[in-house]
């Protein structure tokens, strides 16, 4: 299958574009999305882009009953040049594979979903959003559609990508969001599908999310599931704590999702020469550290969102504020070297960006 094969249906009626200052996160979808099929015997089949619409399908269709689903999340965005760029695109096209082998669904070829993205944003242009803090949010996801009730990996399924504009993904913007550790639910258990991007261990962290949310804090800190011990991820980010001048984040276990923002803190604190340990890190180390005074800074990493300083953790009762409540200075470098390489401010010095249009092009 190659690029040539795909089909564009342009939408005739556009949309009116929500104003870049006031944007929310991923409530209003572009123009144009893109699908394709799979059956079983033929493959991945009939790539286009055609107006976003509504789905229809079988009310027996297996992702209703079974929730075989995976997802990622990317974004594009507009440079101080006006390029349109995408951040590591290759690595969630990657990561969806890893997902889709956890979940039972066929591998997509990488290079192909990247150029119909590529196709997408373009015939989407306009909808990237410009203002600081802004941009096009990017939801590829994969379902089961075969209609039957067995429980068994479906025979065919739809790939589908749906275009966003957004702003934070937090009330509280770029200022710090307070966590509750979690102490009664579980998110994910080694040899479970804590690692894939599937949409049932986000359904499952719904109960956890609504209570924290009835205490006055933004989201969920999930421990290891065996000993409520160890801490894991937040539900939309990974962690990372800066305690005693050393930078810490959990290792990778397998219930754990391995971000593509993590993995370049990570490669970009390195490169700073500030190592990072990968480690299993416990609440009453981080408990202990704060009474003596030396968790300096707490602060989460994803796609949607960015580099989030985390302010406070309510953990049993017990109240741990974190740098007063204030973004930290390496959260704060973090975050604008990372903002600033993917909005072209600052060099792409570990060449992580790949250019979809120019703003010539545009033009
Ligand atoms: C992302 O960061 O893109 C995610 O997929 C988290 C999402 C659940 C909001």
Same mark, same amino acid.
Do not use: C, I, Q
């Given at each position: 299958m190659n690029q040539l094969d795909m089909e564009i249906i342009f939408n005739k009626k556009k949309k009116e574009k929500p104003s870049s200052q006031t944007l929310e996160f991923g409530k209003v979808f572009t123009d144009h999305m893109f699908i394709m099929d799979y059956t079983r015997g033929q493959g991945?089949?009939?790539?286009r882009i055609i107006p976003y619409q509504p789905l229809s399908l079988d009310? @027996? !269709?297996?992702i209703f009953h079974y929730g075989q689903s995976v997802f990622e999340g990317m974004k594009a965005y507009l440079t101080q040049d006006k390029d349109i760029v995408l951040f590591r695109p290759e690595k969630n096209f990657q990561r969806l594979n890893k997902s889709n082998d956890r979940l039972c669904i066929p591998q997509l070829d990488v290079d192909f979903v990247l150029e119909a993205l590529k196709k997408l944003i373009k015939v989407?242009?306009?909808?990237?959003?410009?203002?600081? $803090?802004?941009s096009l949010y990017i939801r590829p996801f994969v379902i089961s559609t075969e209609p039957?009730?067995? =429980? !068994?990996? @479906?025979?065919s399924y739809k790939f589908i990508i749906i275009m966003s504009p957004v702003g @934070?993904?937090?009330?509280?913007g770029i200022h710090p969001v307070k966590i509750a550790v979690e102490t009664?639910?579980?998110?994910a258990v080694s $040899?479970?599908?804590?690692e894939a991007k599937t949409g049932g261990n986000y359904a499952s962290s719904l109960k956890a999310q609504e209570v924290s949310e009835s205490l006055g804090y933004s989201q969920v800190l999930w421990l290891d599931g =065996?000993?409520?011990?160890y801490v894991e991820e937040v539900g939309s980010m990974n962690v990372f704590f800066k305690i005693n001048g050393e930078i810490i984040t959990p290792e990778l276990? $397998?219930?754990i999702l391995q971000g593509v923002t993590r993995t370049s803190i990570i490669e970009l604190l390195n490169h700073w020469n500030i190592p990072v340990a990968e480690r299993k890190i416990s609440m009453a180390e981080i408990r202990e550290a704060y009474h003596e005074g030396k968790l300096e800074e707490a602060f989460g990493t994803g796609t949607a969102a960015v580099i989030s300083p985390i302010g406070e953790f309510l953990w049993n009762d017990e109240k741990m504020v974190i740098n007063n409540g204030l973004t930290g200075e390496i959260s704060k470098k973090l975050y604008d070297s990372l903002t600033g390489i993917q909005n072209g401010t600052e060099p792409d010095l570990l060449g992580w960006i790949t250019k979809v249009l120019t703003a010539e092009s545009v033009k």
């Open positions: 991945w089949h009939d790539p009310p @027996s !269709a297996m989407d242009n306009e909808w990237v959003p410009e203002a600081p $803090g802004t039957y009730l067995g =429980v !068994a990996p @479906s025979d @934070s993904y937090y009330k509280e009664e639910f579980t998110r $040899g479970g599908t804590g =065996v000993e409520k011990k276990n $397998g219930s």
